[in-house]
């Protein structure tokens, strides 16, 4: 178990490192994750339609 634990810590130390030269990390938005995040909330007034035909 040891074992096991002990190669995914040194591949993910590989990987981040790799990322890191390559200017891949989120400090320097150029990460190639997509992003998830709400847009910007926009606040429109509410108005009624006053050229509507009845």
Do not use: A, F
């Amino acid at each position: 178990m040891n074992k096991l634990l002990s190669l995914i810590t040194r591949g993910w130390q590989k990987y981040t490192s790799w990322c890191d030269k390559m200017g891949l990390t989120e400090n320097s938005q150029r990460c190639c994750m997509p992003r998830l995040q709400d847009p910007p909330l926009e606040k429109k007034p509410l108005t009624k339609d006053t050229g509507k035909s009845s």
